[in-house]
């Protein structure tokens, strides 16, 4: 399984950017994709996920509203959607896959490489 993420850079405060993740090497029935974002010196932490079947989105509370998660299932890409972005957006964003849905670190079965993401004000 490979999943290659793609879309990373800098970009001012405000701004929109759209991360995307290629998923290959299985089919992915029954997962849960997303993303997870990890500071400098801290733990990887859960932003979003979409249910590969049904397409369901769970979002946690520090984007909700503002960053949009969504799935293309013809053609196995995940996207993140980043409108308003903030400083504290700054991070390195993961993309990954579970089996069965759910994704935490401990859940996670396969991880991308990682993209950066740099917000200046």
């Known amino acids: 399984v490979q999943l290659v993420e793609s879309g990373g850079r800098a970009v001012q405060a405000g701004d929109s950017l759209r991360l995307s993740c290629a998923a290959s090497?299985?089919?992915?029935?029954?997962?849960?994709l997303g993303w997870f974002r990890q500071f400098p010196g801290r733990e990887r932490e859960f932003v979003a996920a979409?249910?590969?079947?049904?397409?369901?989105?769970t979002y946690s509370d520090s984007v909700k509203g503002r960053f949009a998660i969504s799935r293309d299932k013809a053609n196995n890409m995940v996207y993140l959607q980043m409108n308003s972005l903030k400083l504290e957006d700054t991070a390195v964003y993961y993309c990954?896959?579970?089996?069965?849905?759910?994704?935490?670190?401990?859940?996670?079965?396969?991880w991308g490489q990682g993209t950066q993401v740099t917000v200046s004000s």
């Open positions: 090497g299985r089919t992915f029935t029954n997962f849960g």
């Open positions: 990954a896959a579970a089996r069965g849905g759910s994704l935490t670190p401990a859940t996670v079965h396969f």
């Open positions: 979409i249910t590969w079947n049904l397409g369901t989105p």
